[in-house]
């Protein structure tokens, strides 16, 4: 089975803040990875597949990239609207498995 | 609009069993697979399995492959997940998901359904 693991799993920032998330895979999944954000209460929003592209509607500041193992989700200028939890999932192969978050916090 | 609508919420005791539903629209059914998801309290998205809406092909976590059926209606556009042997650790919020593939390893999970809390009480 694929792991994955998120770092941080927290961070906090300032609105205006560029903010890097990391997302590592335990082997490689090409670029079979997506994105969510879930805020408290909320299903899970689709953001990011296949690693780099953007789901129709997100904004643009948000961004993907990676290949293999190493993966990131990058927030150019972090907004009021962004303070969430952020999770990578990969589709490589079944199971499909999650990283275990992280959560955007307000410094 | 794609929507998926997922039954109430539902309080168990140990060693029962819960059937979840979840009626979708605003899609074609057969095309896209069905995965649940589960997110204990406070804590992070377990993928449960996967159904294929098309020809009910199921793939489930190992952990949960003994006690998890999944099962589809097309003519209804319905998916339920059925989970036997409840346990405290059971206890979650249980989220439909629609696949933005045939199969959720073809592509990621692009629609949920609002969730459904599953508590397990003695």
């Known amino acids: 089975d694929i792991q994955m693991t998120q770092s941080p799993s927290t961070l906090s920032a300032s609105v205006g803040d560029r903010v890097t998330i990391t997302c590592r895979a335990s082997?490689?999944?090409?670029?079979?990875l997506a994105w969510y954000q879930q805020k408290p209460g909320k299903a899970p929003k689709f953001l990011i597949y296949k690693a780099s592209n953007l789901e129709s509607g997100v904004p643009s500041r948000f961004s993907g990239s990676g290949s293999g193992t190493e993966f990131t989700l990058t927030i150019s200028s972090l907004q009021p609207d962004d303070f969430a939890t952020y999770y990578c999932q990969q589709y490589d192969s079944f199971p499909l498995s999650f990283g275990g978050g992280t959560k955007v916090e307000i410094k | 609009q794609v929507r998926l609508m997922q039954s109430g919420a539902e309080m168990k005791k140990p060693g029962a069993s819960v059937r979840v539903s979840c009626k979708t629209s605003?899609?074609?059914?057969?095309?896209?697979?069905i995965s649940w998801v589960r997110q204990a309290p406070g804590q992070g998205l377990e993928w449960m399995g996967w159904i294929s809406t098309y020809n009910g092909d199921t793939n489930f976590a190992q952990k949960l492959q003994d006690r998890v059926t999944m099962t589809t209606e097309t003519s209804t556009t319905t998916a339920y997940m059925e989970l036997r042997g409840l346990r405290s650790d059971d206890t979650a919020v249980y989220y439909c998901?629609?696949?933005?593939?045939?199969?959720?390893?073809?592509?990621?999970?692009?629609?949920w359904g609002q969730g459904t809390l599953v508590t397990v009480s003695p």
């Open positions: 998901a629609k696949c933005s593939a045939t199969s959720c390893h073809s592509g990621g999970i692009d629609y």
């Open positions: 605003g899609y074609t059914f057969t095309s896209y697979g």
């Open positions: 082997q490689s999944i090409s670029r079979w």
